[in-house]
């Protein structure tokens, strides 16, 4: 199946959000995740800039059939940031409405930060399976940067948004994080993925915009806590 997975890394300001100083400085990216022989296809955090996230996959001749949230936060889903309002779920489903695939802990804050209502939600719990035509997309609770974190499983892709950077972890000093859940995420949920994993994160905080989990094992130091003893001391707890 993974011969006929579409995937594509999209970047703020360089392939969305294009001239938007805003955008580019978040360095966000963003995902479509599809099938080849259907040309159906999923958004992955659409935000920042809709109409050029949808153009791209226009380009590349693929049908958006739905969107999935890693996360609540505005730069993933829309909502007000930094006094900026920024793009996202309530553009997409004005102009091409699609299923908001999201973690039903997480659901709440969407509609709070985006303006979408629960009728525009699909649930999720961990081990669900969204579909891109033929192409199967399992969802993973990966709770700590929020209540409702989800990666996305394609194949040997993990799409993981904040949950883990090739250098780091998300933020666990906002509101909804959860210090010791994230422990659990990194040393438990995520530590059975086998090294040849891609990991796809979020935002583009690395020197290189993907990397297997063999790699990121190896150099990112919060994989490599010996206890939550230590992990709670490293985080100020």
């Known amino acids: 199946m993974n011969d006929q997975r579409y995937l594509r890394q ?15 400085s978040m360095d966000n990216f963003i995902y479509l995740i599809g099938d080849t022989a259907s040309r159906k296809c999923l958004i ?25 949230v890693s996360h609540w936060h505005p730069d993933h889903v829309g909502g007000p940031l930094f006094g900026h309002d920024v793009e996202g779920l309530a553009k997409l489903l004005e102009v091409h409405p699609v299923p908001i695939h999201v973690h039903r802990a997480d659901a709440e804050f969407v509609q709070m930060v985006t303006g979408v209502s629960r009728s525009d939600l699909t649930l999720h719990d961990s081990g669900d399976e969204v ?10 609770h990966t709770p700590g940067h929020t209540a409702g974190s989800m990666c996305f499983k394609c194949g040997s892709a993990l799409v993981a948004g904040d949950t883990l950077f090739l250098q780091g972890c998300g933020r666990l ?3 909804g994080s959860d210090v010791d859940e994230m422990w659990r995420t990194l040393t ?16 583009d905080y690395g020197q290189v915009p993907h990397a297997p989990m063999g ?12 206890s939550i003893e230590h992990w709670r001391t490293m985080m100020g707890r």
């Not at 999209?10 to 580019?24: E, H, I, M, S």
């Not at 438990?188 to 935002?203: K, W």
Request: glycine share 10%; charged share 20%.
């Open 44 to 68: 992955v955090d659409p935000a920042w800039d809709v109409a050029g996230v949808l153009a791209v996959a226009a380009a590349d001749d693929m049908e958006v059939v739905g969107a999935l």
């Open 131 to 140: 579909m891109a035509g033929d192409v199967v997309v399992q969802c993973l």
């Open 10 to 24: 999209l970047k703020a300001g360089r392939d969305f959000g294009v001239g938007n100083p805003v955008a580019t």
């Open 215 to 226: 790699d990121v094992r190896a150099t990112n130091g919060h994989l490599n806590v010996p």
């Open 173 to 175: 000093d906002l509101p």
């Open 188 to 203: 438990e949920r995520l530590a059975t993925l086998p090294d040849s994993t891609i990991l796809y994160p979020g935002h």
